[in-house]
């Protein structure tokens, strides 16, 4: 049934205007005396009366807007459903796995999210008479034709039909307008039908609301399209405001009529949460062109962009509340993956997965740091920009000490890094696929060139991605370890970097993504050094590698089981022999902030043969010593419960390194409460525990103890907890920002006392 109400969502096109000068003409006429005028009054009286009588008819019949469907009833009404993608009820704006209808206008709504992406089903309309021109409604979700969408059936044809905006390229939880003109099927018959009709990709959803017919065209009231601005470029910095979970606007950035940027921007309405920033440093003394696609009509967010020497808001950087202080994260957008890790002439370079223009993940550019340490960076401008293959996916770089790709000028080695393109994650790319290109640098990593016959190896299968380049100095060539798809990676050679081939494939279970390729000392031996292959998570087989076959003598195996470690990578051309690794500690969110996730601390890797067979470990990087600052000592101490020895310590910065007897007569417990974080090893079980309280995740792990003892070291950050048991055997990292009432160290034993063996904590300094 059709409802109609009371809402006036428009004028009728004849302003008072007009009424106003028929009256004064009227008024004019009515005190004239003059008997010439008076004859032209009678007429004009007349002709007056019936242009107010029209007017009035017309504004008089004025027509209301009719509500098809708003939701707020608390069910369908007379709607049917089909299959279980809808339920029995509309939803409210907060659905499960965080998908909020930020813009949704009233309480409730449809949404086939409420049960699930993998749900299945339509919502049916009763029949209605169109009646008005445009048919008005509020949609989100996926952009998947004739499988999410929301159709108009007049007459038993199909007429109109429309998607979510999400893709490979935006992605919002907010609802966007859409208008259908309507007017050459007034009159008619017609129903409405909301599908969701996909049960394989895994954010497929439709989400719908206010569905009305009226006279205006609420889409066009909303927006405004193809807005321009242009900037001489006479600073570094376009200043660009920024409003956490504003809709997603299509910018695209133009030099001498040519696209040289295009990223998605959450660009403030009015006023910005942050400012986040492009470094045009490149068209100093140049004009660029900022064009936005679709905006808000009252959007003031293209006008108070800016081009300046600084960034708005950079006078609080690294002091931001939740600020890690010794764990890399961006200035300013999201990052993920580590990507291109390589160390030149005393320098390391990390390069990683990064959104200049946002908190949450897109616009895969390559973010660049520089560290001499491993400890202090200094963030660069990104070094790889999205461009019409693709944004800028994960990879890696190597020093090409024999110049065989043929780049090298004077003295200097070229850096050669290899990502991924992935094409069909912007509309530059639309329709493209993922494919693995090169970039170089010829001035020790400081500026990028692309290859320009990218790509260097063509689509191989699904989402191929992520190279890992290394030297195989047996076989004098270049090998990449790819990512193909499921847990498949493959194997290519080059002998100058451009040209691959594939030489074997492998399964790698338990794991996907990020592959990671390198020769390590077992046992410290140089003399048998293996060849380890590890996946995103950390899992690793190691074996050997002839230059032809990689042959694994491990399974598939962790080396890593916190929470909160991902795309594990290592840095190339090491001078020291070491084997430094980084992850990312996906899951950290820092919302409120303008910078989202965060990096580990580096970590040195071992191999070494265990009872249970050849293992990685990993332990701090020996350059945290640059951050200590005061060191607690303790020697042969008895740790006896409820008496904590550690009431002072409440900063939020410490190295901590614990050793325990695990005596099976003593303690059933044994450990620390960091925090609220607790890290416990169990002398019955013999396993090691560590529960994160803010979510209650939990990591359990067997443990042998090492000539009857058990060994913590653990790094605490103002939003990490990383712990490594007994050397390194069983590392594991947790983002984690502790309540602010709650900042004790407290030594833990339960079900009798402990002997600590001894215990050094050492404060810690800001790396910024």
Known sequence: MVRVVSTDRGENGLGLNYFQIVWSVLVFFLNASNETIIAMKNAYLKFAVLTVIALCSLMCSKQKDLTIADFNTGSYGDWKTEGNAFGKSPSSGVLPVNIAAEHFASDQMASSYQWGDSSMGKLISPEFDIARRYINFQIGGSRMPDKTCINLIVEGKLEFSATGVNDNVIRTNQLEWVSWDVSRLKGKKAMIEVVDMDSTRKDAFISVDNIYQGDKNKEDETYIYNQERRFTINDRYLNIPVKQGAYPQLMRVSANGNTVMEFVVELAESTPDYWMFLDVNEFKGKEIKVTIYKMIRESTGLKSMIVDSTVKGFENLYQEKNRPLFHFTSRRGWHNDPNGLVFYEGTYHMFYQHNPLGWPWGNMTWGHAISTDLVHWKELAPALYPDSLGTMFSGSAVVDWNNTAQYQQGIDKTLVALYTAAGGTSSWSAGKPFTQCMAYSTDKGLTWIKYNQNPVLPHVMAENRDPKVVWDESGRQWIMALYLDKNMYALYSSADLKTWREIQRINLDNVAECPDFFQIALDGNDARKKWVLTGANGHFMAGTFDGKQFKPETKSTPSEWGKNYYAVQSFSDMKDGRRIQV???????????????????????????????????????????????????????????????????????????????????????????????????????????????????????????????????????????????????????????????????ALVSEGGEVKLNSLDIFELKSAW
Do not use: C
């Open 583 to 745: 992850g990312w500690m996906a899951g950290s969110e820092f919302r409120g902030m303008p910078f989202n996730q965060q990096m580990s601390f580096p970590r040195e890797l071992t191999l070494k043969t265990t009872q249970d067979g050849i293992r990685l470990f990993a332990v701090p990087a020996r350059e945290i010593v640059l951050l200590h600052g005061d060191k607690k000592s303790w020697q042969e101490t008895v740790i006896k419960p409820g008496n904590n020895i550690l009431d002072p310590f409440q900063d939020d910065l410490y190295h901590i390194i614990a050793e325990f007897s695990a005596d099976r007569s003593a303690a059933q417990q044994f450990g620390f409460n960091i925090h609220g974080f607790h890290i416990l090893y169990n002398n019955k079980t013999g396993t090691i525990k560590a529960v994160r309280p803010t979510d209650n995740a939990v990591s359990e792990v067997k443990v042998k103890p090492k000539q009857g003892r058990i060994r913590m070291e653990i790094l605490l950050d103002k939003t990490s907890v990383e712990i490594f048991i007994n050397d390194g055997e069983v590392p594991m990292a947790f983002y984690y920002i502790a309540d602010e009432a709650n900042k004790k160290l």
